[in-house]
């Protein structure tokens, strides 16, 4: 039984950071890829960043060279590092892994 566990989150000033984690218990993620998508009201879930089973990354043109994606698959755990963070990246965060499996969503707000 697979289990995607995110943590992190919470609220920051523009220009802070913050870093989310995703655990997926139950998933070999030296085998399959992980990534965060975002979604706000209204809006259609989009991508954030992901990262395949070889570490290749792949970033949303508006976080690019702000956000980091990282994996221990030691601990079967994926990050996103968020740095420079923005009113705009204000959105509930979600963790997918191996494309099928959903964490449970963290807020994440960006704001003065």
């Known amino acids: 039984q697979v289990h995607v566990a995110q943590s992190g989150g919470g609220s920051v000033q523009p220009g802070g950071s913050l870093r989310l984690s995703c655990e997926a218990s139950?998933?070999?993620?030296?085998?399959?890829?992980m990534g965060w998508y975002r979604q706000t009201p209204g809006k259609q879930r989009e991508l954030v960043a992901s990262i395949s089973a070889g570490g290749s990354t792949n970033y949303g043109d508006s976080v690019k060279g702000r956000f980091t994606i990282s994996r221990d698959n030691g601990k079967n755990t994926a990050y996103l590092q968020m740095n420079s963070l923005k009113p705009e990246d204000t959105a509930v965060y979600y963790c997918?892994?191996?494309?099928?499996?959903w964490g449970q969503g963290t807020q994440v707000t960006v704001s003065s």
């Open positions: 997918l892994g191996a494309g099928t499996y």
């Open positions: 139950g998933l070999d993620s030296r085998v399959y890829g």
